[in-house]
């Protein structure tokens, strides 16, 4: 493979470090996800309100118990007639009037016409509807400018839905069009897989809001910004918590009041290699929570497990490494697919599309690498260019991207031409 230079706008993973990984101690990316995602279980069914409902994949089969439309009815405004006895021309006596909703039917007899509304049921005896396009009425008389034919401009009972048809079935992920079709059978609520709920917490001693000075040595807080969004967007109802302190006791007083109140905790920072680094000591002693160096880059110190806590379902715990590109790339690898998976969903991963790398890139050895990519449409299909330095610490380079772009862990360099998989983070959901 040709050597690829290094220019100071070149995308390179590895720019200012050298990383001492053992090759033997890093777990393969797809060998941990398989890990992680066997261990989570879908939430227990529950019954919510159609709105709420919307996004949810549903539980249960929903069934019609009566025909749509439930009845004959006009599918334009118009006349009701009888066609058999009706002629081009014809001078009709107009009868009664029907409204949609009306109870009560006026029936045309032979030679006669009905004034109808669009979705007005049809009287018993006329077979046809001529619209008030065709016709022209004056002093109690239609006269009808088209011959009308048997069934013209009539919606037959059951054409949308017949009773007993099962219109959506267990596994599906309520759209809009969905949530408006269990109203039409007649349905306010529906078994779905409720949305998990996510606490978010950022661990550090340097961290600081948003908001208010920042004192010699803090930053900003953003992950736990970026991660309750992005749970959000994955269909969770997530939190952000307060600020936790790289303290034994402040750690372990916040993972517990966590643990009987949602279904998920995603805390970021360490689980790195630094003297502070105690989240993962402390979800080690309160649960089942184990640390990995996951072949992955960004991303590679991960933690994740159970910590059961008072309540009767576990809390599943996602410790992320505090860099911002690696909690986010890091969500994106582990806990959306996860989150997913809580919800029913059988689309674990975004959807994704095959790009040609407009620049050569490098990548780790023995690692997965995610590079940020911003895509083009080319004649023949999809560019993806690199969102400039990939430092892990960039969140500049994830706002400009499109995508993730995935080189294989046995690649240590991608030439400019070559296709490579690329996660599109332009789907919110
Ligand atoms: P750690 O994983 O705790 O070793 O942190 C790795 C790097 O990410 C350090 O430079 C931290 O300052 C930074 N970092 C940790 N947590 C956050 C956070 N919540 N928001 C932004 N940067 C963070
Ligand atoms: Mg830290």
Redesign the pocket.
């Known amino acids: 493979m040709a050597a690829v230079p290094r220019a100071a706008h070149e995308p390179d993973a590895h720019a200012g470090h050298v990383h001492h990984v053992d090759p033997a101690e890093l777990v393969p990316l797809e060998r941990y996800r398989q890990h992680v995602l066997g261990r989570i279980l879908p939430l227990e069914p529950v019954a919510l309100d159609l709105l709420e409902a919307h996004g949810c994949v549903l539980a249960e089969d929903v069934v019609a118990a009566a025909d749509v439309p439930a009845f004959v009815n006009s599918a334009m405004d118009g006349y009701a007639v009888r066609a058999g006895t009706t002629v081009d021309g014809a001078d009709l006596e107009l009868v009664g009037e029907i409204a949609a909703g009306a109870g009560r039917l006026v029936d045309p007899g032979p030679g006669q016409a009905v004034r109808i509304m669009t979705g007005a049921p049809l009287p018993p005896g006329a077979d046809a509807v001529v619209p008030v396009e065709v016709a022209d009425e004056a002093d109690g008389r239609v006269r009808l400018r088209a011959v009308p034919r048997a069934g013209e401009n009539v919606r037959a009972a059951g054409e949308d839905v017949r009773a007993g048809a099962t219109v959506l079935s267990a596994g599906r992920r309520l759209g809009a069009a969905d949530i408006g079709l269990c109203a039409t059978v007649g349905r306010a609520r529906v078994l779905v897989r409720p949305r998990p709920r996510v606490v978010v917490m ?1 661990t ?1 001693d ?2 600081a809001e948003p908001e208010g000075p920042l004192a010699a040595g803090q ?6 910004y970026t991660l309750t969004a992005l749970a959000r967007e994955t269909g969770a109802v997530a939190s952000r918590r307060a600020i936790v302190p790289d303290d034994h006791g402040a750690l372990t007083e916040a993972f517990d009041g966590v643990a009987a109140r949602a279904d998920v905790l995603v805390t ?5 290699a ?1 003297r502070y ?1 105690l989240v993962k000591r402390v979800l080690a002693e309160m649960g089942d929570v184990r640390f990995s160096k996951v072949g992955m880059q960004p991303g590679m110190p991960q933690a994740f497990g159970f910590v059961s806590g008072r309540s009767a379902r576990p809390l599943a715990c996602f410790g992320l ?4 590109v690696s909690a986010y790339v890091s969500f994106e690898v582990f806990v959306r697919p996860a989150l997913r998976l809580l919800q029913g969903r059988r689309d674990l991963q975004r959807p994704m599309v095959t790009a040609v790398l407009d620049e050569a890139v490098r990548s780790p050895e023995h690692k997965v690498s995610f590079l940020r990519v911003a895509l083009h449409r080319a004649d023949d299909g999809w560019r993806a260019r690199p969102t400039g330095a990939q430092g892990s ?1 960039l969140l500049t380079s994830v706002v400009a991207a499109d995508g993730l772009a995935e080189i294989p862990a046995d690649r240590t360099s991608v030439d400019a031409g070559e296709p490579v998989v690329v996660h599109l983070l332009v789907d919110p959901t």
């Open positions: 950022s550090g340097e961290l930053i900003r807080d953003s992950n736990s970021t920072g360490g689980v790195s630094g680094d490494p505090g860099n911002p610490g």
